[in-house]
């Protein structure tokens, strides 16, 4: 399988006048539909990686290609759109809106294309509920959940678009060990079944060494790259 | 439903208190608003009912002192096809002695058509009687009528000043407001005036109402005379009101200018309050996708959803107090105090600049959404 995702020669230098060299010419592949995990000291870079990666934040330096296209030369709009269809984000802490239920939380990335919520959208949606274990709750204020409830509305939303890649920064920092193995248990399996390429970046080996692919970065170099045998 | 409408409405529901404190301020804005307009503008038109409403706007008479004048026909078809003349009152006036038994009073006897009957009103002010019709026949006003103890269908002498007399028959006692009127004036018709005080076919003036009573001027000056001819306007005599009014208008103006820019500045501040609230919201929006434009939208809808229910809500409020109002500040016989018009121009205006307001004081958080950047809000947790 190709590639769905390149950086070439990717630097990020933060400040003017003391200038912080975060990424230094970074160079990745990720194969499509892979499971991968990035690890590394806290202020390696990690962070500033995946939010490069999901156009959040511009390089200093060099080339992310994205799905077959170079992300330097896209307007506002497209990078919205391509954030929009290609790439879905979870976070440490789970950036729901509190003023929405789960559902409708979950369906927020389809509706901001304006268009409208057919039968089979909100059947994906219920599935994707589904999937997370949330129906009971799905009428549920955001703010009415525990945090592993939470963080899995915000899988089940990263994935609602059905993208291509799912950019996930810590998703399990905030929660008890227990919890990230289901969170771990469930976003493998949307892995499999969706064929859904993850980056996840976490410090806890444990979830590192179930993954596909290890990265270690370090002062901003990929300093150990292990690739399990299938 | 649209998504960054349904979002607006949210924030809006989510945050009732607020959401209801703006709604609030916007309302009293409107109401004030349309409670000062209509009440001053309700002021302005009652005085001058009373000042103009039953007197002509502009008389035309001959230069020379008591000369009586003949109409051309170009005068005539002139006024007759202005739109902008409501009655055109042509008036052969003349003064004389009321006779009965031993007493005698000195009148004003004016002879005048339906247009200078109108004019004056008389129709709605009749106290008995009828309006003159056929030859002779007069109406007196009420306090002449009192004096010489003149009942209906009575017959009264009445001699002019050259000393000739003549019969006429009251048919009619009218309440014209004025006591010096009441006292002197009576009105027969045209032809009756004429023949008795020998004017053949002359008149002694010609008295017109306007539709727009503040461009009497304009159109006095546009009227077609002969030279023998002069022509003046209630604007001139009334120059102090004129002014008066002019000051209240002004002051009407900068209440309710005052008071929008509170109403703006509120507003303004709330919303930019809101966003500062919903950054984070609209950070991970922005994350997921959603488009700088949608963003913007989100406030621009809100702007527009607190004014036009405030300004609903104002109107209501409004006309609330406008009613209170004509309800408790009455005369002694029960009318209102101050007539006031529901202007439904002026209400619509005032609810229009309301949400205007709203709109333009969402400009700015608009802008501030558009321009959020996600990465901040994602990196500061
Ligand atoms: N906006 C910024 N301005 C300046 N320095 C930054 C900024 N963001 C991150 N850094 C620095 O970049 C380095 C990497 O940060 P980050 O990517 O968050 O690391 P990680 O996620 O691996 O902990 C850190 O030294 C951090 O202080
Ligand atoms: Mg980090």
């Known amino acids: 399988m190709g590639n769905i995702l390149q950086l070439?020669?990717?630097?990020?230098v933060y400040g003017t006048k003391i200038k912080t060299q975060v990424l230094n010419e970074f160079n990745l592949e990720i194969e499509e539909g892979s499971f991968n995990s990035i690890i590394g000291q806290s202020g390696s870079g990690k962070s500033t990686l995946l939010n490069i990666i999901g156009t959040l934040d511009v390089p200093t330096q060099g080339e992310v290609i994205i799905n077959g296209i170079s992300t330097q030369k896209l307007t506002k709009k497209q990078l919205a759109t391509l954030r929009n269809q290609t790439l879905g984000f979870i976070f440490q802490f789970h950036y729901l809106l509190p003023e929405f239920t789960v559902l409708e939380n979950i369906l927020m990335p389809y509706r901001m294309q304006n268009k409208k919520v057919t039968p089979e959208v909100m059947?994906?949606?219920?599935?994707?509920?589904?999937?997370?274990?949330?129906?009971?709750?799905?009428?549920n204020l955001a703010t009415n959940l525990s945090g592993g409830q939470q963080q899995r509305t915000a899988i089940a939303r990263a994935l609602m678009n059905?993208?291509?890649?799912?950019?996930?920064?810590?998703?399990?920092?905030?929660?008890?060990?227990?919890?990230?193995?289901?969170?771990?248990?469930?976003?493998?399996?949307i892995n499999q079944s969706m064929n859904t390429t993850f980056l996840i970046i976490t410090h806890d080996q444990s979830v590192a060494e179930r993954t596909d692919r290890i990265i270690e970065i370090k002062d901003g170099k990929i300093i150990l790259d292990v690739q399990k045998k299938p | 439903m649209n998504f960054p409408f349904s979002v607006a409405k949210r924030f809006l529901t989510?945050?009732?208190?607020?959401?209801?404190?703006?709604?609030?301020?916007?309302?009293?804005?409107?109401?004030?608003?349309?409670?000062?307009?209509?009440?001053?503008?309700?002021?302005?038109?009652?005085?001058?009912?009373?000042?103009?409403?039953?007197?002509?706007?502009?008389?035309?008479?001959?230069?020379?002192?008591?000369?009586?004048?003949?109409?051309?026909?170009?005068?005539?078809n002139s006024y007759t096809s202005n739109e902008e003349l409501k009655y055109v009152a042509l008036l052969a006036d003349g003064s004389g002695f009321m006779l009965k038994d031993d007493e005698n009073?000195?009148?004003?006897?004016?002879?005048?058509?339906?247009?200078?009957?109108?004019?004056?009103?008389?129709?709605?002010?009749?106290?008995?009687?009828?309006?003159?019709?056929?030859?002779?026949?007069?109406?007196?006003?009420?306090?002449?009528?009192?004096?010489?103890?003149?009942?209906m269908n009575e017959s009264v002498d009445i001699q002019s000043v050259s000393n000739s007399t003549q019969t006429f028959k009251v048919v009619g006692i009218v309440d014209l407001g004025v006591a010096s009127l009441n006292e002197r004036w009576a009105f027969t018709t045209l032809q009756s005036a004429q023949d008795f005080f020998n004017y053949e076919d002359a008149l002694t003036s010609i008295e017109f109402q306007v539709n727009d009573v503040f461009l009497a001027d304009e159109i006095a000056s546009s009227l077609l005379l002969t030279s023998d001819l002069k022509i003046s306007n209630w604007k001139e005599s009334n120059a102090q009101l004129l002014s008066g009014l002019n000051g209240q208008s002004v002051s009407s103006i900068m209440i309710q200018v005052f008071v929008l820019v509170a109403v703006i500045l509120?507003?303004?501040?709330?919303?930019?309050?809101?966003?500062?609230?919903?950054?984070?919201q609209i950070g991970i929006l922005k994350a997921m996708g959603i488009q700088d434009s949608q963003a913007s939208l989100i406030f621009l809808f809100q702007g527009l959803l607190l004014g036009v229910i405030g300004s609903l809500l104002g109107i209501g409020l409004g006309i609330g107090l406008i009613l209170a109002f004509t309800t408790f500040a009455t005369n002694p016989d029960g009318s209102?105090?101050?007539?006031?018009?529901?202007?439904?121009?002026?209400?619509?205006?005032?609810?229009?600049?309301?949400?205007?307001?709203?709109?333009l004081a969402s400009l700015v958080p608009a802008r501030k959404s558009s321009q959020l950047s996600p990465i901040e809000v994602i990196r500061n947790g």
Do not use: W
């Not at chain 1, 059947?123 to 009428?139: C, F, P, T």
């Not at chain 1, 399990?172 to 227990?178: A, H, K, R, V």
């Not at chain 2, 026949?137 to 010489?148: F, H, Q």
């Not at chain 2, 509120?266 to 984070?280: F, N, Y």
């Open chain 2, 266 to 280: 509120g507003i303004t501040s709330v919303l930019a309050i809101t966003v500062l609230q919903k950054s984070r």
């Open chain 2, 14 to 76: 989510h945050n009732k208190g607020q959401s209801l404190l703006i709604i609030l301020g916007i309302a009293i804005g409107v109401s004030v608003q349309i409670f000062i307009g209509l009440l001053i503008s309700g002021l302005q038109d009652d005085l001058i009912n009373t000042t103009v409403g039953s007197a002509p706007h502009i008389t035309i008479s001959s230069i020379e002192q008591n000369q009586t004048f003949d109409l051309t026909s170009s005068m005539m």
């Open chain 1, 8 to 12: 070439a020669n990717v630097s990020k």
């Open chain 2, 336 to 359: 209102a105090l101050i007539p006031i018009q529901y202007d439904l121009r002026f209400i619509s205006f005032s609810a229009l600049i309301a949400i205007g307001s709203a709109l």
């Open chain 1, 162 to 189: 059905q993208p291509k890649i799912i950019l996930a920064d810590e998703p399990t920092g905030n929660l008890d060990s227990d919890t990230t193995d289901q969170i771990y248990d469930l976003m493998r399996s």
């Open chain 2, 105 to 151: 009073a000195s009148i004003l006897l004016r002879g005048g058509g339906q247009d200078a009957f109108d004019l004056y009103q008389l129709p709605s002010r009749l106290v008995e009687g009828k309006l003159p019709v056929t030859l002779n026949e007069i109406v007196v006003g009420s306090v002449l009528a009192d004096n010489l103890n003149l009942t």
């Open chain 1, 123 to 139: 059947e994906r949606a219920l599935h994707l509920i589904d999937v997370v274990g949330l129906s009971k709750v799905k009428n």
